[in-house]
Structures are given as structure tokens and as C-alpha cells.
């Protein structure tokens, strides 16, 4: 027997119905750096020109005891590197930890047992360069990708580590050891947990169909992800850069962090925010492989207002984030095909909370589940089951929940009775000067093709206040998709309207009056044209809840289905789509 296949088989691919777990020095328990910069990584140079060697011929019978430790890990990262051109992401992270070697072998040369850290990964990459050469590893291109950006994520947090400890007092020797064997130990238990995804490729091919059509049966509600279609037609976004910088810092400390509380609930009033908050979080998590999920609320949508969706969907979710759960969820669905039908809590149990732990000591760590705006889901009911399987079954599950919402007394009260065990920000009572220069910097921003003054940005800021959706709704009225509109025009039309009002948000009050005027009173419009723009604001207004545009025609009883698509444009400011 070669040394390929001793290696090999000393590690069989691990059956989904019987997952048994690898031994490990597990250091998921210990929390992670924030990372607020990007240091950057040396890779070999000899990984620059791609050499195309097979494993025996870099690894020739009689290796094991001439090239033994450090040496026989490097040649080993070196073949799989050559190897794995169709897994980029893998491949950058395997650069990158081949020149990070040499530090570990200092760190590590006194002690012992050094030669059996090498080799104990040295195998598992034996594993990985025969298995990623078999057509169908491409099925798990998702997790492969995942992990990988995990494994680089760890070494850019350890090379961050190292050199901000230069220029300082010599660190205790001892001390900085400990510190990279924990950091080692982390990237070996990523490896390994990319060897369980990549041994189960097998299964997933043979089950491939049938599993498919098991988790499509779940009916997932699939404009709910944060990056859906659906999502560009309400405006969803990202945080202009440089802005909601300190809630983006917490938020990023807490989903790296394997000890933080299981949930983190983020509410504020309305226009605060919550929902581009939540998008650039969700779009930061999914960079560095740790989005499991993502359901985003909508009134908007009548899938994405329905709360019984949320567990099918992040369930589902999580079946294309992770092979192990695929496999533990595909138990369950094969027992009863429609438990997707069942209630909330009996959703929650069996299709979350059962295969999670299951499957725990096969997923990747600090997996997250972004749940924003639950209160604009339309049953109250099935809002505080969704609430309270949350914050009773959550504990002790390998993953955690962000979920959003408006401060609404049902949500708020079930929440604040749990808060000793859970994670809390409140955005409508954050400082509001760090508000305000967030507002500044987003209107800079978005207003730059008109280059307006300073005081014009100030005034603007001003009249927002802490409501992101005030400066928002300006800049789309401001800066429409219409070559015909003069912005410095509607730029001075919205600083110069005055209402006496006692109002709270007087302010918006004043910028959605401005739009309504521009829209009732051009003067280039005909009476009927006018008349149908009002009766389709009222009508709107008036049905408290979304509808297509063929009722909304009906009801307007107005014209055809394009009259009143045209009459729905001056009103798109203020009207969501």
C-alpha cells in the first residue's frame, strides 16, 4: 500500500445518517478577534507558478521519515494547491497558510509533540488532494467556499495578532505560544470540518434529486433573502461606507464571538436604519462564509409578511450553507415530507433545532441567522410563536439569530422579559451626534453628482435628525431616475418648506408634503391626470395593506391598468413599490 492510500484510509468519509466526529483539540469555544483591518498575507513564492505535480511524485515512497513534520506539511499544502484551481477561494487560503508555516514551526519548536501537529494535519490534506480531484466535489463548491474563507479569516486574525504585538514590551514567550497553538488548532478543526463536507460528497450526489425535491416541499419563501429580488424593488442597501460604524463594530464582535449570547435583538422606531444595518451585516457574514440565513420581513411581499415561512425558509437555508444539516434535516423530511406544514414551535424543533445538534460537531462555527423588520409580519400570533421558540429552544445550538424589529409593545415586552439572556441595541437611542454625522456623510454621498454646498448637507442633516428614512426619501425625490427634473430646484423646494407643526416628526411631515405638492400641483398635468394621481394616493392610504396594481385599478376604477401606472409615478417617493 502507497502512502496515499495508507493515509486515506486512515480517514473514511463519514456517513451522514452516522456522523461521528473527528478527534480534535476543539477551540471553538474561544472568541474571536474583531477585524477592523485587512493585514495582509505572504503566500510562498513557489505557489506563484502553479507547478503540475501529482501527490506520489511529490510524495515518494520513504517520504514520511525523511520529510517529516513542518517540511511534509508544506510539500503536502504545496500538491494540493496545484490542485485545486477550480475552488479559488480554497486555493488563496492555502497560499495563504503555507507562508504562515514557518511561524507556527517557530513558535513550536520546543516542543514534543510539533511533529505530530504537522502530521496531523499533513493527513487531513492528503484526504483533501484526493477527494477535491473527483467531479463530485464540484457539488460542494458552496461549502468548500465557506470554509475557506473561515480558514482565511483565521490567519489574517492571527497575522493582525502578531503584529500588533510588535514594537510593544517582549510578550511572554509561553503566552504567545499558546496564543498560535490556539490560532492552529482553529484552522486544523476548519480543515477537518472541510474534510467532513467534502467525504459526504458522495452522499450528496446519490441523494442529490431527491433531496432537492424533499427541501423545495418546505416551500421556502425565497424573495426573503437579504440580496432577493425583492429586495431592489423596496430599496434595500447597504451602509454608505465610513457610516454606522460603532453598531457595525458590535455586531461584527458579537457574531465572532463563540461565547455571545445565542440572540441579538436590534430594534429601533421606524426610519432609524434597522434594515440597512441588518443588509450590510448579512452581506458582510455571507464575505466571510458565516451567513446560514437570512429572512427579511416585508409588507411588501405576502411571502416575506408571513411568519410562518421564517423556520421552513432558514431551514432550507441552511441546507445549502451546510452539507452535515443536509443530511440531518434530510432525515426528518424523510420520516414527514410535510412537517413544513406543521405549527411554528413543532417547525422550530424539527426542522431547526433537531438536525442542528445532530449535526453540531460538523458545522462550521459561528454560523449566523439575520431575521429583520419581524414586526411588519402580518399575524401577530404567529410572531410571538416565532419570539417565543427563539428564546426558549436557542440555547445550546451551534448558531445565532440578529433579529430586528420596530420597538412594538408585543415584541418589545417578550424580548425585555428574556433580556438577561440575550443581546440588545436600541439605534433610536444612540448618541445622536454619531447619528447625524452618519446622515452627513450618506447625503455627501448620494447628492455628489449635483456637488451641493456645505450648508445646504448641514441644513439637510439637520431637518433628518435621527431619521435615516427622512434623508433617504429626500434623496430620491431630490435625485429621481429622470433626466427632466431639476434636483437643485427640488434640492431648494425641500429646504425651504415650512408647516407649522407640533408634531414629532414634523420634519418628515414637511419633506412628504413637499413631494405631495409637486406631485397634486403641476401645473402641467391634466385635471383627469390630477384627479387619478389623488384618488390613487387615497386609495393606497386607505387599504392599509399592500395590493397589486390590477386591484389598485380596480378600485381607482379610473382608467386602464397604464393610466395608473403613470399616475403612481409622482408618487414613488413616498409610496413603497
Known amino acids: 500500500m502507497n502512502e496515499l492510500e495508507s493515509d486515506s484510509a486512515a480517514i473514511p468519509p463519514a456517513s451522514p445518517y452516522r456522523m461521528s466526529t473527528f478527534s480534535s483539540h476543539d477551540a471553538s469555544s474561544i472568541p474571536s478577534k474583531v477585524h477592523r483591518s485587512e493585514p495582509a498575507l505572504s503566500v510562498d513564492p513557489s505557489l506563484q507558478t502553479k507547478p503540475q505535480i501529482s501527490l506520489s511524485e511529490s510524495l515518494p515512497g520513504g517520504t514520511e521519515t525523511t520529510s517529516t513534520g513542518w517540511e511534509g506539511l508544506r510539500s503536502t499544502l504545496r500538491v494540493l494547491h496545484s490542485a485545486i484551481e477550480t475552488f479559488p477561494p480554497l486555493q488563496s487560503a492555502i497560499g495563504s497558510l503555507v507562508g504562515c508555516l514557518g511561524l507556527f514551526e517557530t513558535a513550536f519548536k520546543n516542543q514534543q509533540s510539533q511533529d505530530d501537529l504537522a502530521a496531523e494535519l499533513r493527513q487531513i490534506v492528503v484526504f483533501l488532494t484526493q477527494y477535491l480531484q473527483d467531479p463530485q466535489s464540484a457539488h460542494m463548491v458552496g461549502a468548500i467556499n465557506g470554509i475557506s474563507k473561515n480558514i482565511d479569516k483565521e490567519l489574517k486574525s492571527m497575522i493582525e495578532s502578531q503584529e500588533q504585538s510588535k514594537g510593544k514590551q517582549i510578550v511572554a514567550a509561553k503566552h504567545n505560544e499558546d496564543l498560535l497553538l490556539r490560532d492552529y488548532r482553529r484552522i486544523e478543526n476548519l480543515f477537518r470540518r472541510l474534510q467532513i463536507e467534502v467525504s459526504m460528497s458522495a452522499w450528496s450526489v446519490a441523494h442529490e434529486h431527491l433531496v432537492v425535491t424533499r427541501l423545495e416541499n418546505l416551500t421556502p419563501a425565497k424573495l426573503a433573502a437579504y440580496d432577493s429580488t425583492h429586495g431592489t424593488e423596496v430599496n434595500r442597501r447597504t451602509c454608505t461606507k465610513n457610516t454606522r460604524e460603532m453598531i457595525l463594530h458590535d455586531l461584527n464582535h458579537w457574531s465572532d464571538d463563540t461565547d455571545a449570547k445565542r440572540i441579538y435583538w436590534m430594534n429601533g422606531m421606524a426610519g432609524t436604519g434597522k434594515t440597512t444595518i441588518a443588509c450590510s451585516l448579512a452581506q458582510a457574514l455571507e464575505a466571510r462564509g458565516q451567513l446560514g440565513g437570512s429572512f427579511f420581513c416585508s409588507r411588501a411581499s405576502p411571502e416575506c409578511r408571513d411568519a410562518n ?34 405549527n411554528i414551535t413543532s417547525q422550530f424543533e424539527r426542522l431547526l433545532r433537531n438536525p442542528l445538534m445532530e449535526s453540531r460537531n460538523q458545522l462550521i462555527g459561528n454560523a449566523i441567522i439575520v431575521i429583520d423588520a419581524l414586526d411588519e409580519c402580518e399575524s401577530p400570533s404567529a410572531v410571538k410563536l416565532v419570539l417565543e421558540a427563539l428564546l426558549k429552544c436557542t440555547s445550546g445550538l451551534p448558531i445565532k439569530f440578529l433579529v ?84 437643485e430646484d427640488r434640492l431648494e423646494n425641500v429646504l425651504n418648506t415650512q408647516l407649522a407643526s407640533t408634531k414629532r416628526l414634523a420634519d418628515l411631515d414637511n419633506l412628504y408634503r413637499a413631494i405631495l405638492v409637486t406631485a397634486l400641483k403641476n401645473e402641467k398635468l391634466e385635471k383627469e391626470e390630477a384627479l387619478r394621481i389623488q384618488l390613487v394616493l387615497w386609495t393606497v392610504v386607505c387599504s392599509r395593506e399592500p395590493m397589486d396594481i390590477n386591484t389598485l385599478t380596480m378600485l381607482v376604477d379610473k382608467g386602464e391598468t397604464k393610466h395608473i401606472l403613470t399616475a403612481l409615478k409622482p408618487l414613488r417617493f413616498v409610496l413603497c413599490p
Open 309 to 342: 415561512r421564517i423556520v421552513p425558509t432558514i431551514s432550507y437555508q441552511l441546507a445549502q450553507y451546510s452539507t452535515p444539516f443536509r443530511a440531518a434535516l434530510f432525515q426528518v423530511l424523510d420520516e414527514d415530507p410535510d412537517v413544513g406544514s406543521r
Open 404 to 487: 430586528t424589529s420596530r420597538p412594538d409593545p408585543r415584541i418589545y415586552d417578550k424580548i425585555s422579559q428574556n433580556s438577561h439572556s440575550q443581546g440588545m441595541m436600541h439605534l433610536h437611542e444612540i448618541e445622536h451626534s454619531i447619528v447625524r454625522a452618519d446622515i452627513e456623510l450618506y447625503l455627501k454621498e448620494e447628492l455628489s453628482d449635483m456637488a451641493p454646498k456645505e450648508s445646504q448637507i448641514l441644513q439637510l442633516s439637520n431637518l433628518a435628525g435621527n431619521l435615516f428614512i427622512y434623508a433617504a426619501t429626500a434623496v430620491r425625490y431630490i435625485q429621481p431616475d429622470d433626466v427632466f427634473v431639476d434636483s
